[in-house]
């Protein structure tokens, strides 16, 4: 048995410790949100935070993080308000598909948590999530949006 | 040739003279009684009420739009709203707007712009009221060849404006008014006299019942809401709170999971699995064998995969392993020599003027195949029981589906009498959802557990390596220069591998088309806008073992690469700026010209760059829409490669949404570098040699360049916006590193090429 907390909520699951995170998620949760592609940990679809961290959560074998606690997409947002990133998405309309972007809006939360300005660079070597669609230039604005909003000043950081 | 005769022609007219004859056999009373307008109201069991086929109303106002494509991505469950909410005169912001795939297969959902070739509004007449009928029967529902508004932009405005004139009449009977004095006004039905106001949610019922009005007035141009205005998506929301529904996280009660492995070597089958070496493993339900795969059906999908690879089998390559892509470049490279080609154009005396000139230019490009790398992996959902199968699947179309569906019970050894498919949101499709492989397995998967819903999810490789291929093409020009610089005569031979043939025989009832007069292997080659006085262009088809798919603008894709890297050869060769060369290669193209001079001034175009930069420019016509595209490249002294800025200029006609134009650009344009710069599907050994987004690579955020569009202001009818902008991405990159280094690229991927600066 594995005992998580699941976006504020404790979830015990009765699994395969090899199992991907992943997979526990959406399957043995209910949490669809965090999505699979590649299955080797280089797309970054499903990621979520372990412990505040972004993680390829495909990759994540559950027996690995016994304990610990985890945002998906849909604890992103507190008590329905949606979160600076999640605003700064639709402000700047970044989805298409929007099948890449719960792990992006993901990667972002994480990278705006260590760095509440990032310069393009800090973006780029960030956000190595893979987007079919190319809502790279959007998902750019989008975050330096969310980094504005968040930090209340007019500067872009960039 | 005419380009208008186009895409699904063949196949249209022989469906069409079937189902004339067929008709003329059932009496001219059976395609009279399909409905192809679909403007009748109707009451439903939930209590709403349809006012037509596209609109349904609940008594609370909730407003839900039937939308019979699937949204991939190309904000057409946004866009097709829109035209419908102009003329029926509601907000799509008020929170009350619902969009959903119909499951409903009506026969006006049919797609017959795409198979006609022909917008709605200029499908009038005789023939064309049976040829709609016909696809009406199937129906051919079908997202595609980027026709959705084209083919919406005059039957939904009709559907809006309908029933906005049935809710008047209902309100003019309440208030015993005439109906011409009512008007609809945000929700509303407004009496003009009075003031009086009743919202439509309280009229819808009675509504439902009135008679539609089949042509009523459209607004002008002048007096659109919606129309042309930047317009949020409306599924926007609940793809950033995690709360959309895809087709791989559908949840069924009693649902089981399945994965399969499937023969390496295209065109092999199983020779022998072992069974019960897996059928211990924690969780499995059933091993099937697929013919040409094996599948596990278990109660997780982790179970499933993981009992899949474990599972021993042997397959036989039937005699398809000598699959080798430097042969079928080879063989593709000689048959530019073969004595029979066809010919979809030929203005004559091509050979004359060719050899009495002494300005000859002559070069010869090459594409690779290409996967399709959706997000979301491959999937599709089936229900099996009592000879009635259910689908829920991110499917590009239903009818497609439906037929795969119908040959996965055969495969199992039973029919499927009935099939209802179910179209969530998809993570991507590009052609790649138009196959019906999916269907045919997860129902073969799911009649081996009737009554329990069955998701088959493919791993990453299994989509890399079955994918549908974008084809590959080789393609040789030879011209002759005039005195101006300009093409006097234009020789054009390609050889590539036949779209129709290979989908329509893994697809169609009526099977693949004839290969060696595949339009789809040319198009974009046979028109180009340009003025060439006397033109050849000629078809070689080249088989091979490799299944070969629809792809974001596919054979545009490979013809504007060849077409616009030789234009800039042509003009690099007169001495000519190449922007300059192609203004005057158009003369009678106004909007060509148009876009070209926009793409002059918002590029910069003749503002100098310092050394190791360089600008390229391309224009294609494809799916009704004009786009011209600058590539700005920085090429350090190490080689390295950086696309700085792509400069887009878009003419698609009236346009629904200008930020979707823009964002479908920017994806398009994306789409097109990864192609160009990285997408390379190899064959060894009768296999894909690539298998993940480690070998077969995708553009990064860290590289994608700044990206600006511009859209030409339009009156004229809308054109396809998910492909075009992709098509002059290729060679608009390939002519900027010409720019910068000197270096004509003729090959893609460019990754092959070590770049240097002169």
Not at chain 2, 79 to 97: C, F, S, V
């Amino acid at each position: 048995m594995i005992t998580l907390t699941v976006n504020g909520d404790d979830r015990r699951i009765d699994a395969d410790p090899d199992m991907p995170l992943l997979w526990a998620l959406r399957e043995n949760l209910g949490l669809p949100g965090t999505k699979f592609s590649c299955g080797v940990g280089m797309c970054g679809a499903c990621m979520v935070l372990v412990d505040g961290i972004a993680m390829p959560s495909c990759v994540v074998q559950l027996g690995s993080v016994d304990g610990a606690v985890v945002t998906t997409i849909e604890g992103v947002a507190a008590d329905g308000v949606l979160s600076p990133v999640q605003q700064a998405w639709i402000d700047e309309q970044v989805p298409q598909c929007g099948y890449c972007q719960s792990g992006m809006i993901v990667a972002a939360t994480a990278l705006l948590a260590e760095n509440p300005r990032p310069s393009d660079r800090d973006i780029d070597a960030a956000i190595t999530n893979i987007c079919r669609c190319g809502t790279y230039p959007r998902v750019r604005r989008a975050i330096h949006r969310a980094a504005e909003a968040a930090t209340g000043s007019g500067g872009d950081g960039r | 040739m005419s380009m208008r005769a186009g895409r699904l022609t063949r196949r249209a007219f022989l469906v069409t003279g079937a189902a004339v004859t067929g008709g003329l056999v059932v009496g001219a009373g059976y395609l009279s009684s399909i409905d192809m307008t679909g403007l009748d109201g109707f009451a439903n069991a939930d209590g709403t009420v349809g006012l037509n086929a596209w609109i349904r109303i609940a008594e609370d106002g909730t407003i839900t739009f039937a939308v019979p494509h699937i949204e991939m991505g190309q904000g057409i469950f946004t866009a097709l709203p829109m035209l419908i909410a102009e003329e029926l005169e509601i907000r799509l912001d008020g929170g009350n707007i619902r969009v959903e795939h119909p499951v409903d297969e009506l026969p006006v959902y049919a797609n017959y712009t795409l198979a006609l070739d022909m917008r709605p509004e200029e499908a009038t007449g005789p023939l064309y009221w049976a040829a709609k009928k016909v696809f009406g029967i199937f129906p051919l529902i079908v997202t595609g060849g980027s026709t959705s508004v084209v083919g919406s932009w005059w039957p939904l405005r009709v559907a809006g404006a309908s029933a906005r004139l049935m809710l008047a009449e209902a309100a003019a009977d309440v208030w015993q008014v005439p109906a011409g004095e009512c008007f609809g006004e945000d929700g509303h039905i407004v009496h003009r006299p009075t003031g009086r106001r009743l919202a439509y949610g309280e009229l819808a019922r009675a509504a439902s019942a009135k008679a539609p009005t089949p042509n009523p007035p459209l607004k002008p141009a002048s007096a659109f809401r919606l129309i042309g205005k930047p317009t949020p998506r409306l599924d926007v929301p609940a793809k950033v709170t995690g709360e959309a529904i895809f087709g791989i996280d559908v949840a069924l009660p009693d649902m089981v999971h399945a994965a399969i492995r499937q023969s390496p070597v295209f065109g092999g089958t199983v020779r022998s699995m072992d069974a019960g070496a897996v059928r211990s493993m924690p969780g499995v339900i059933e091993v099937v064998d697929l013919g040409d795969a094996v599948g596990v059906v278990a109660d997780s999908y982790w179970q499933a995969s993981r009992a899949v690879a474990a599972l021993p089998v042997e397959f036989d390559d039937n005699g398809n392993a000598g699959g080798d892509s430097a042969r079928f470049l080879a063989d593709m490279h000689r048959a530019l020599d073969a004595t029979e080609a066809h010919a979809f154009r030929d203005d004559g005396d091509v050979d004359e003027i060719l050899a009495a000139s002494d300005r000859v230019v002559e070069a010869t490009y090459e594409t690779p195949l290409l996967a399709h790398a959706c997000m979301e992996p491959m999937n599709c959902t089936a229900l099996f029981r009592d000879g009635e199968a259910e689908l829920w699947m991110g499917s590009q179309s239903p009818l497609i589906a439906r037929w795969g569906a119908q040959s996965g019970a055969k495969l199992a050894g039973t029919e499927a009498e009935s099939v209802t498919t179910h179209v969530p949101l998809t993570g991507g499709g590009f052609g790649r959802r138009a196959d019906g492989d999916l269907a045919r397995q997860a129902a073969a998967l799911a009649a081996s557990v009737p009554g329990r819903p069955v998701k088959l999810i493919w791993s990453r490789e299994e989509d890399i390596r079955h994918d549908t291929y974008r084809p590959h093409a080789v393609s040789r020009f030879r011209a002759a220069l005039g005195l101006d610089g300009l093409p006097l005569a234009w020789d054009n031979r390609v050889v590539s591998q036949s779209l129709d043939r290979s989908y329509g025989d893994r697809n169609l009832p009526v099977g693949g088309g004839n290969p060696a007069k595949d339009h789809f292997s040319v198009e974009g080659a046979v028109d180009p806008a340009y003025a060439i006085p006397r033109a050849r262009v000629e078809l070689v088809d080249h088989a091979t073992p490799v299944p070969i798919g629809f792809w974001r603008s596919v054979g545009h894709s490979n013809s504007a690469f060849f077409v616009e890297s030789f234009v800039d050869e042509c003009a690099h060769a007169a001495g000519i700026d190449p922007l300059l060369y192609r203004r005057g290669l158009l003369a009678g193209r106004p909007r060509h010209r148009k876009v070209l001079d926009m793409l002059a001034e918002r590029s910069q175009w003749g503002r100098p760059l310092a050394p190791g930069r360089g600008r390229g420019v391309a224009l294609h016509t494809a799916f009704r829409t004009i786009v011209g595209e600058v590539a700005e490249v920085t090429v350090g002294v190490d080689g390295a490669l950086s696309v700085d800025r792509v400069v887009c200029v878009v003419d698609c006609g009236t346009v629904i949404n200008p930020d979707t134009v823009e964002a479908q650009m920017e994806g398009a344009i994306l789409f097109g570098l990864t192609a160009a710069l990285h997408g390379e599907i190899t064959i060894e050994e009768g296999r894909v040699a690539q298998s993940n987004f480690y070998d077969y690579r995708m553009l990064g955020l860290a590289d994608a360049p700044a990206i600006e569009t511009h859209i030409v202001p339009s009156g004229e009818p809308p054109g396809g916006i998910g492909e075009p902008g992709l098509p002059p991405a290729l060679p608009a990159l390939a002519n900027a590193i010409f720019a910068a280094t000197g270096q004509r690229l003729r090959a893609l991927p460019i990754s092959k090429s070590a770049l240097r600066v002169a």
